[in-house]
């Protein structure tokens, strides 16, 4: 069914534009504008947080800190497993929303909302599974108790590229633990977090246990509250660049960390791979989000025996996707985020093809309205040229060839980056080798997708710190007490 103008209107009515702090929506020293990027269009403005209005939402999450952490598990498991359930019911506005102001093809949004949601499920499911343990010291007498308690009060930073799922992947472990939180969303997709703010509230959340800024000031509102010793954890999710600068001060208070941060993700075709399955695979990871993902693939490492019909074929399919707006029916790629995302993929073909790389499809941004750029396949690219160690964040695939197992692994590890890589091989001896050589948090075999809420995600080297979902991501937020006891 189409979107109308009329669906769009409402949906944009329904968000809350204020900031949340307390539990009670608040006005901000200014307002910012929320653009659509497959327009430019302004969509509508939400209040523009002050850095003093940080530091309230900071004391309201404090204040609630205390009687959050007594909650009993079941009602916190409770209050998610109600936020799921209504995330689902509204699955098309919230799926509209994020086309809207992130500009991704609504099938997209909609799938995210179902991986988005799931968070909520999963830790409103792991809230009642915090465990300690018990042990008899090895020289006997003392006992040895270990119980896990919530952190305290978390800051959570979170991107633009997946407005719904960055923000649920850290409130659920967070609030399942017993811990209030900060949330500040990216200035260009701040609508998402506020409608999840507001649904969070109907599901019964209690005053100040979660606070949404937006700002268009994110270091200034940011650093008052990372210096702050109240605040006892920082959770980001965004670029390298800026993670490093969070970590530095984060040193200050010597705050918990969770850092999911930029990748350079290797997909490797072997000579004994399933083609037909190594290019599904490829339109996934490389076309996934319009290729602004952090686990989208960035360098496509095939075998040379199989790399000119791998190029062929994966340049057959980019090249015929639909390209427009978002809400629009059919569309398959959607534009970037802004003016600079699309100038960054341009530098980079160019680079590429100065380099000496072969243009199969695409290679161009679109002229016009919005931010479009064209789903492009470079054959031949050199190794030295900048795609290789730069995150794209772009419908751009770059194609190298390899020669043996040895030279391709070698290729995949050559990066600072270890988040995610990709592999296609039929032997189970290959598969299981190279995905214990590459160094990388996540490794997908056959498949070009990792992201799964019951799975720890998260990157190695400059690709992050720390584990979000699974059983893992609620232990990020909190923290082991031992208690010895002489009996
Ligand atoms: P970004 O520029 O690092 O921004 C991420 C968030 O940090 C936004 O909310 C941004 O707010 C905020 N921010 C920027 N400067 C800040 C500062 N000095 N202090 C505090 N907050 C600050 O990244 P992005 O362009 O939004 O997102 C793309 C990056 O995220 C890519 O590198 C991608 O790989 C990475 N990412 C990683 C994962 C993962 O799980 N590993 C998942 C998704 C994305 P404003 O935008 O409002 O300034």
Redesign the pocket.
């Known amino acids: 069914m189409s979107v109308t103008s009329e669906d769009i209107s409402r949906v944009l009515k329904a968000v809350p534009t204020e900031l949340l702090i307390g539990g009670t929506w608040v006005a901000g020293e200014d307002t910012l504008d929320v653009e659509d990027p497959s327009t430019g269009e302004v969509l509508t403005a939400v209040a523009d947080a002050s850095p003093e209005q940080g530091i309230t939402a900071l004391d309201a999450a404090v204040a609630a800190s205390d009687s959050w952490k007594q909650t009993d598990p079941r009602e916190r498991g409770e209050i998610l497993r109600r936020a799921f359930t209504l995330i689902t019911e509204r699955a098309e506005d919230i799926a509209l929303l994020m086309t809207l102001e992130m500009g991704k093809p609504l099938s997209e949004s909609r799938a995210e909302v179902t991986y988005g949601a799931e968070f909520f499920r999963w830790f409103s499911e792991e809230a009642v599974r915090i465990a300690g343990r018990y042990a008899v010291a090895p020289s006997g007498g003392t006992r040895l108790l270990t119980m896990k308690q919530p952190v305290g009060p978390v800051y959570a930073?979170?991107?633009?590229?997946?407005p719904l799922a960055?923000g649920t992947r850290k409130l659920g472990p967070a609030l399942a633990a017993g811990c209030t939180v900060v949330i500040?969303?990216?200035?260009?997709t701040p609508l998402t977090t506020l409608a999840l703010a507001g649904i969070l509230i109907e599901a019964g959340l209690p005053d100040g246990v979660l606070n949404v800024l937006t700002?268009?000031s994110?270091?200034d509102v940011?650093?008052p509250i990372i210096a702050d010793p109240r605040l006892r954890k920082l959770t980001?999710?965004?670029?390298?660049?800026?993670?490093r600068?969070?970590i530095e001060q984060s040193a200050q208070q010597v705050l918990k960390t969770s850092m999911?941060?930029?990748?350079n993700a290797p997909f490797l075709v072997f000579a004994d791979a399933d083609l037909d399955k190594a290019v599904d695979g490829a339109m996934l990871a490389k076309m996934r989000n319009i290729g602004?993902?952090?686990?989208a693939a960035n360098r496509f490492l095939v075998h040379d025996s199989v790399a000119d019909e791998f190029a062929s074929r994966l340049a057959e399919r980019m090249g015929a996707m639909t390209i427009g707006r978002g809400v629009e029916d059919g569309v398959q790629v959607g534009p970037l985020i802004d003016t600079a995302a699309v100038d960054k993929v341009t530098e980079l073909v160019t680079d590429a093809v100065d380099a000496g790389a072969e243009v199969l499809t695409g290679g161009s941004a679109i002229d016009g309205a919005g931010y479009f750029y064209r789903p492009t396949v470079l054959g031949g690219v050199h190794p030295s040229a900048r795609v290789n160690s730069e995150?794209i964040?772009g419908p751009v695939a770059p194609i190298i060839s390899f020669s043996n197992d040895e030279e391709g692994i070698a290729l995949a590890n050559d990066t600072e980056f270890g988040?995610v890589a990709y592999a296609f091989t039929e032997s189970l001896t290959r598969a299981l080798t190279v995905a214990e050589r590459l160094e990388t948090g996540m490794v997908g075999i056959n498949q070009g997708i990792v992201s799964n809420p019951a799975a720890p995600?998260?990157?190695v080297k400059a690709?992050?710190l720390g584990r979000?979902g699974g059983p893992e991501g609620i232990e990020e937020y909190l923290e082991t007490k031992y208690v010895g006891i002489r009996l």
């Open positions: 930073i979170t991107p633009w590229n997946f960055m500040k969303p990216a200035a260009q700002t268009s994110s270091g940011s650093s980001f999710t965004g670029s390298t660049e800026v993670g600068r969070l999911e941060l930029g990748g602004e993902a952090c686990t995150e964040f988040l995600f998260g990157g690709s992050g979000e």
